[in-house]
């Protein structure tokens, strides 16, 4: 460990590695910066370990059972399949590992210091790890978030997402409680399995935030799969009986029986103890840190990034705003990410991609707008006997003829719409798409087919 004439150990001293602080330290240390890295629980964070990945993988097994039973159809039979619970979650564990040390070593192959233990702010150029003292220039707070479960009786008997990809044993009957992305992939992944699977959430419809006509087809389409949807209540209380069953208490009377409980009701920035308080960074109400534009804390010299600022919270976002800070510090460049036109994916069954504005949120905003849908049953669901429908809809700007927003509910959205957003990111307008000619047949093409507006 070297020390520069400034005196300090390290030019910028990172707290997380997770996407967006692995990200910041390489491409700092790629620089000729002396960077160090501090992360007291995994490699990789919340993505790698107990988010993204794994969550696909999961996603990915759960639509096995579906498709050997539309195989059928097609002439093949799959009789007898069994699922063995310990061999996914198993496999899936090494591949982790697997990650974990990939890691590592672009940590350290790109000139990071890797330091195992959690670091603790200590004054606007100092950090304590395991009891040690180091001193830096810069400290990059990128810690992430955390499930947040709230209190009721019983409470600690339910499980977050933190724990819900390693359970001893596959649950027969779960009850997920929540109404974004997490609770609604996980229940369309516990039901793919063949789990009783029951999703309460206190709102009048799931995902809020997406566009309504998306909620209301995807809730249609989850329910087709086996997912029980509870909505407008709320789970007052918990009992373990002896047996290990557990019995939720709903606030309209009902009493559902379970043998696992995931909550997913939502992540908060994970700033407890790492003493920003006591140097003076500026807390949102949630314990979000607030930065400027140069994600610069109220301290000059503590800068933060990712889902712990809680602008947008996804994984490419991280990257992006570890990148810009990092080209801002040290190349020059500018620090401002365009949070404009960010594709996302839920990997609900099926899937859900989204790029732009809901048709609610371009109606606020441009003075008219077209809007073209198309709703139709999949050409491989013609022999599989799959009742699943696909939903596609384009929003346009009347004036400009611009696409201001794209969504899809249906097989492989999240493939088809990543490249949609290259279109709307080049300023695609609905001229440009129905010039462009469809790979037939595919369900994709129907976006450059869409010709009779469905409503203004």
């Given at each position: 460990m070297s020390t520069s004439d400034s005196g300090f150990d390290y030019d910028l001293f990172v707290i997380g590695a997770g996407s967006g602080g692995v990200r910041a330290g390489r491409m700092a240390a790629g620089l000729g910066v002396r960077v160090a890295v501090a992360e007291d629980l995994y490699?990789?964070?919340?993505?790698?370990?107990?988010?993204?990945?794994?969550?696909?993988?999961?996603?990915?097994?759960?639509?096995?059972?579906?498709?050997?039973?539309?195989?059928?159809?097609?002439?093949?039979?799959?009789?007898?399949?069994?699922?063995d619970w310990p061999t996914l979650r198993d496999h899936k564990k090494?591949?982790?590992?697997?990650?974990?040390?990939?890691?590592?070593?672009?940590?350290?192959?790109?000139?990071?210091?890797?330091?195992?233990?959690?670091?603790?702010?200590?004054?606007?150029?100092?950090?304590?790890?395991?009891?040690?003292?180091?001193?830096?220039?810069?400290?990059?707070?990128?810690?992430?978030?955390?499930?947040?479960?709230?209190e009721f009786p019983g409470s600690d008997q339910v499980i977050s997402s933190n724990e819900v990809f390693d359970l001893e044993q596959?649950?027969?009957?779960?009850?997920?409680?929540?109404?974004?992305?997490?609770?609604?992939?996980?229940?369309?992944?516990?039901?793919g399995l063949?789990?009783?699977?029951?999703?309460?959430?206190?709102?009048?419809?799931?995902?809020?935030?997406?566009?309504?006509?998306?909620?209301?087809?995807?809730?249609?389409?989850?329910?087709?799969?086996?997912?029980?949807?509870?909505?407008?209540?709320n789970i007052t209380r918990v009992e373990k009986r002896a047996d290990g069953t557990l019995c939720a208490t709903l606030d309209d009377g009902r009493v559902l029986e379970a043998d696992q409980i995931l909550y997913a009701t939502g992540r908060t920035p994970k700033t407890a103890g790492l003493g920003l308080e006591?140097?003076?960074?500026?807390?949102a109400d949630n314990g979000a840190i607030r930065v400027n534009?140069?994600?610069?804390?109220?301290?000059?010299?503590?800068?933060?990034?990712?889902?712990?600022?809680?602008?947008?919270?996804?994984?490419?976002?991280?990257?992006?705003?570890?990148?810009?800070?990092?080209?801002?510090?040290?190349?020059?460049?500018?620090?401002r990410v365009d949070y404009e036109l960010i594709p996302t994916a839920v990997f609900c069954q099926p899937n859900i991609g989204t790029v732009g504005l809901s048709e609610e949120q371009a109606r606020a905003r441009y003075a008219q707008i077209k809007v073209y849908c198309s709703e139709f049953r999949a050409l491989k669901h013609t022999l599989s006997g799959s009742q699943e429908r696909t939903l596609m809809k384009m929003i346009v700007d009347g004036d400009s003829d611009r696409v201001v927003g794209v969504h899809m509910v249906g097989a492989e959205a999240g493939e088809i719409i990543q490249g949609i957003a290259v279109a709307l990111k080049a300023g695609a307008t609905k001229a440009v798409f129905d010039a462009?000619?469809?790979?037939?047949?595919?369900?994709?093409?129907?976006?450059v087919t869409m010709r009779q507006v469905t409503r203004n």
């Open positions: 490699l990789g964070g919340t993505c790698v370990n107990v988010g993204c990945v794994p969550k696909k993988l999961y996603v990915y097994a759960s639509h096995y059972a579906e498709g050997f039973e539309e195989a059928k159809g097609f002439g093949l039979n799959a009789d007898g399949v069994s699922f090494d591949e982790i590992g697997r990650l974990n040390g990939i890691y590592g070593n672009l940590l350290r192959n790109a000139g990071c210091d890797l330091i195992d233990g959690r670091a603790v702010i200590t004054g606007p150029h100092s950090v304590e790890v395991a009891g040690k003292a180091y001193s830096a220039e810069r400290i990059l707070v990128a810690t992430g978030g955390w499930p947040f479960v709230p596959f649950p027969q009957r779960v009850i997920v409680v929540g109404g974004g992305y997490i609770a609604v992939e996980f229940a369309g992944i516990f039901a063949g789990a009783k699977t029951e999703l309460i959430y206190r709102g009048d419809m799931i995902l809020r935030g997406f566009d309504e006509e998306v909620r209301r087809f995807t809730a249609q389409e989850i329910a087709k799969k086996g997912v029980g949807l509870n909505l407008g209540v006591a140097v003076g960074v500026e807390l534009d140069n994600f610069q804390s109220s301290v000059p010299s503590i800068y933060a990034i990712g889902d712990v600022i809680d602008r947008v919270q996804l994984t490419p976002v991280a990257l992006a705003e570890g990148m810009a800070l990092v080209r801002h510090l040290y190349s020059g460049g500018d620090a462009t000619i469809g790979i037939h047949p595919t369900a994709a093409e129907e976006f």
